[in-house]
Structure formats: C-alpha cells, structure tokens
C-alpha cells in the first residue's frame, strides 16, 4: 500500500507498521530535511525523487512531498482484548472517509480497539489513511469474519455490547461504563439484525428535530465522547 502526507509519516515512526521505503520530494525545506534525517537514524530506504515521479507513485499532487510505501497494512489479533476495554465495531462501513474519521475520532478518545467485518466493510486503505491523518496506526484494529460471534466472545469476557440504532434508549439514560462495546452500522441500512440480536442493549442519539438519521462518524463522534465525558466526569 503506497500512502503519503508529512504527519502519516511520523504516525508511522511512532507505529509497528513496517516501511519499505519513503519517497521525498527533490524540493526540501526544514519540516522535509528533519524527516529525511529521521529516516536515515531509522536506516529506512528511502530515495529523492521529481514531483512527477511522487504524483505518480500516489496519483495524488498535494501530497506534500512525502511517498511511504508499508505494503500490507498490519492490522491487530481478534484475540488479543485489551483489559477493561472501550471497544469500537464497525458493522459493515463502507466508506473509508467513514472509517477513517471515526477511528480519529476512536484515538483522541482513548478508545482501545476499532473491529471492522471482512466483507462488505471498508478497510485500511491509503483513503481511509488520509481521512484519519495517520492515526490508523496508533490503534489496534481487528477485522472479524463473523461479528455476531465476536460480539458473543466479547460479551464472554465480560465486555457489555450496545447496539446503535435509532429505536434505542437515549444515550443519556443507559449506563456506558467499561468493560463496553459500542457497534456502529452501515451507512445505509444500520445494524444487521442478527448483529443487533447479540447486542446487550440498543442505545440512540437523541435529536431534537427528528431526521432520518447522522451520518455514522457524527453518530460515532457523539456516543464515543458522551463515553469519554463520563469517564472524565
């Protein structure tokens, strides 16, 4: 996977996610000539290359003279649960700009892992990368084949699950301390209903002018640090 941008790069320093190699722009400057030295303390391979030859590696012009190949994307074990966790599951988000914003929004938080499903999901992409400025890296995050059956063996570690859907109990009303899972639906049609089923609890964004629904980030955004308020309460 090719990604690129100054503050993916040092997510990255600050990450296991191994580099293979880091393409800099021939036109430097401060913010450049530091990275370009961190890069050779870390005996990262890297190369000076044409703006052309970047734009082309990324097929993105703005990508602020800054090309990082990491290959496969290392996401974490779906047996490794964190203790007393905060636990972020992704039902089926398809759009990476999505994942990408609710997993920043997951990281400033402190929310312990995100969990996204094999099909019909998006994953970590280079889009997903972008929209969460890098902080992809600083989060484990786990795809599950089934996630009714992740969701089961969270609950058997003592985690409790509530499912996002609008027909829930107000956010306001239920108690959201850990050990807790939070699963978040697709853009279009929510929480499959046998994801739903294996819920302890459906919870909602309470609105003042009724609409049809937040887009699942700002949904995200809401519930993720109506969690964190209370924890810092």
Not at 65 to 82: K, M, W
Not at 131 to 151: D, E, H, Q, W
Not at 176 to 190: A, F, Y
């Given at each position: 996977?090719?990604?690129?941008?100054?503050?993916?790069?040092?997510?990255?320093?600050?990450?296991?996610?191994?580099?293979?190699?880091?393409?800099?722009?021939?036109?430097?400057?401060?913010?450049?000539?530091?990275?370009?030295?961190?890069?050779k303390n870390r005996k990262i391979p890297f190369s000076i290359a044409p703006k052309p030859v970047l734009k082309k590696l990324c097929g993105e012009?703005?990508?602020?003279?800054?090309?990082?190949?990491?290959?496969?994307?290392?996401?974490?074990?779906?047996?490794?649960?964190?203790?007393?966790?905060?636990?972020?599951?992704?039902?089926?988000?398809?759009?990476?700009?999505?994942?990408?914003?609710?997993?920043?929004?997951?990281?400033?938080?402190?929310?312990?892992?995100?969990?996204?499903?094999?099909?019909?999901?998006?994953?970590?992409?280079?889009?997903?990368?972008?929209?969460?400025?890098?902080?992809?890296?600083?989060?484990?995050?786990?795809?599950?084949?089934?996630?009714?059956?992740?969701?089961?063996?969270?609950?058997?570690?003592?985690?409790?699950?509530?499912?996002?859907?609008?027909?829930?109990?107000?956010?306001?009303?239920?108690?959201?301390?850990?050990?807790?899972?939070?699963?978040?639906?697709?853009?279009?049609?929510?929480?499959?209903?046998?994801?739903?089923?294996?819920?302890?609890?459906?919870?909602?964004?309470?609105?003042?002018?009724?609409?049809?629904?937040?887009?699942?980030?700002?949904?995200?955004?809401?519930?993720?640090?109506?969690?964190?308020?209370?924890?810092?309460?």
């Open positions: 996977m090719v990604v690129y941008g100054r503050n993916v790069l040092k997510e990255l320093f600050q990450s296991k996610q191994p580099i293979r190699m880091v393409y800099f722009s021939e036109n430097h400057d401060k913010e450049l000539d530091a990275l370009i030295s961190e890069v012009e703005k990508n602020q003279g800054v090309v990082i190949d990491i290959g496969d994307f290392q996401y974490a074990d779906e047996n490794d649960i964190p203790d007393n966790p905060f636990i972020v599951l992704l039902d089926q988000v398809q759009d990476p700009q999505n994942l990408g914003a609710i997993v920043r929004t997951c990281v400033a938080a402190g929310v312990d892992m995100v969990v996204i499903t094999k099909d019909n999901s998006a994953h970590v992409t280079s889009g997903a990368i972008k929209a969460s400025a890098g902080t992809v890296f600083r989060i484990p995050i786990v795809i599950t084949v089934n996630l009714a059956r992740y969701i089961e063996k969270l609950k058997e570690n003592g985690v409790w699950i509530y499912g996002a859907d609008m027909r829930g109990q107000p956010i306001w009303n239920v108690d959201l301390r850990r050990p807790l899972g939070i699963v978040l639906g697709s853009e279009g049609s929510g929480i499959r209903q046998l994801v739903k089923q294996s819920c302890d609890g459906l919870i909602s964004v309470p609105m003042k002018t009724p609409i049809d629904s937040l887009n699942v980030s700002v949904s995200a955004g809401i519930i993720i640090y109506e969690v964190l308020r209370r924890e810092l309460v």
